[in-house]
């Protein structure tokens, strides 16, 4: 591939011109501390600049507690991005992720084709970056039971009519 | 026909996304997943959950999404 296709689209469907929106969520280990958050966006952002991609969003969803363990890690920090890039940028970020010790797991989602790069600009500011390596003051309010009592409820109730029928 | 001899009735309609309009499924919203799942984490099949199927392709999509990410369960013992 030669060096001109660098954060292209490369596509024959796709329109001439435009990018796609991808989004991805990462898992890092839960002792991973805010040098090391900010290490790892800044060692991202010159992956995204060398194939003309653009980082349009980035979250710190705080430390969960993951549903199961995963390289035995029972809770991790997560991080959402969302970028605008070529075919190539989703290889590239992921090959460092896989690089990096501290990310646990990542996963990559296409949210649109044919986007406008001059449409979507970049959100990104050096304060967001220092807010996102801080994890949020508020975690996420654990489930109310008796909301879920009542989804089973509802379900097994539904169970017994369809056997009563059969 | 009679909702008795059909076996279905209309109230099994009514879903949690039917009665607010504005809900995404989505799978970085593993709170509104897990009303579309037993009690083992399984996923609810339609003719119970009441959902269409074009709602039943995003459910099941949205979590299997969402159990890579750790956010759902695969088994619950």
Known sequence: MSENTVGQVLSVQSRKGTKREYETVIILRPNVNKNGILDLVHRMQVVFENF??????????????LAFPIKRSTTGIYLYWRYLGG???????ERNL???ESVLRFYTVKVE???????????????????????????EPPPEPEHEDRDR???SSDDDDDEGVS | MSEEKTGRSS???????????????????????KAFLTDRGKIVPARISGL????????????????????LPYTVA
């Open chain 1, 52 to 65: 003309g991609a653009r980082l349009l969003k980035i979250e710190n969803w705080g430390s969960r507690t």
């Open chain 1, 87 to 93: 075919s190539d940028i989703v290889a590239e970020f």
């Open chain 1, 98 to 100: 896989i690089i990096n």
């Open chain 1, 113 to 139: 084709d044919d986007v406008d790069p001059s449409a979507r600009p970049s959100e990104i500011t050096e304060d967001l970056l220092q807010a996102v390596a801080e994890p949020p003051p508020e975690p």
């Open chain 1, 153 to 155: 409820d509802r379900f």
């Open chain 2, 11 to 33: 109230k099994n309609r009514a879903s949690l996304l039917a009665s607010d309009k504005t809900l995404v499924i989505d799978y970085k919203n593993p709170q509104l997943l």
């Open chain 2, 52 to 71: 269409t199927a074009r709602q039943q392709r995003q459910i099941t999509k949205a979590v299997k999404r969402a159990r890579m990410l750790a956010l």
